[in-house]
């Protein structure tokens, strides 16, 4: 697989076109800039062009319906991370993960496989003076000290979504707070949700988002039994 110079697209964002990224506010949450794709699928082509090969999809470069909603609950309501350890799991751009720096949480890590991310994580935290640490790997399989665990749009896919769902249920039988942000892709647990918040959806920016109505917060329950999507 080939590789892209990001640090220098990330440095000159300033550029015209489709093909490019901009500093822009974050349609449901103007207080955060972040650098996404003007067009992702237009950068995504460029960039597979100049690396002369195929690349994993740039999901960082946009700011995903379920992450606008996370950031958008916890600016609103900062008590949920102020001085408290947050994980930011599949952080993508980083947006969960700067909200809740924002919001005055203690430790703020954010999560992603892609290097990419990581770099784009770190370049947007440095944009909004926020204190993020950005962490590289998998971490499905293992366990957190987290106090919050944030997942924005994280069940986007089955294989994907029944892998995190494991590790959320672990997080809380852990005594983590567990908030998900989802605007239901189709894999939502039907039992264990508490709905805390719903927005409708800002103008698509990630590809997958155009037909999107409606995006909740949810808080992930121990009992998975609990009967879900009905105000708290």
Not at 88 to 108: E, H, M, N, T, W
Not at 220 to 228: N, S, V
Request: hydrophobic share 45%; proline share 6%.
């Amino acid at each position: 697989m080939g590789v892209i110079d990001l640090e220098r697209e990330l440095r000159a964002p300033s550029a015209e076109g489709l093909d490019r990224l901009q500093l822009t506010p974050v349609p449901l949450v103007p207080e955060i800039r972040l650098y996404t794709a003007v067009d992702s699928i237009v950068w995504w082509a460029r960039m597979e062009a100049e690396a002369g090969s195929r690349l994993a999809a740039p999901y960082w470069a946009s700011a995903w319906a379920g992450g606008q909603a996370l950031a958008r609950y916890l600016l609103d309501n900062p008590e949920v991370v102020s001085g408290r350890k947050v994980l930011d799991l599949a952080s993508g751009s980083g947006l969960a993960a700067i909200a809740a720096a924002l919001a005055g949480a203690a430790r703020v890590e954010a999560n992603d496989v892609d290097p990419y991310a990581i770099t784009a994580i770190a370049h947007n935290a440095r944009a909004n003076h926020a204190d993020v640490t950005a962490r590289l790997g998998d971490l499905l399989d293992g366990d957190t000290d987290a106090d919050v665990v944030l997942a924005g749009d994280v069940l986007y896919q089955s294989q994907v979504a029944e892998r995190m769902l494991g590790f959320l249920h672990r997080a809380v039988a852990g005594g983590a707070q567990v908030l998900l942000g989802d605007p239901d892709r189709g894999h939502l647990p039907p039992h264990g949700l508490t709905r805390l918040a719903s927005y409708r959806a800002p103008s698509a920016q990630a590809f997958v988002d155009a037909e999107l109505d409606e995006i909740c917060v949810y808080r992930f329950e121990a009992d998975p039994g609990t009967r879900g999507r009905s105000g708290p």
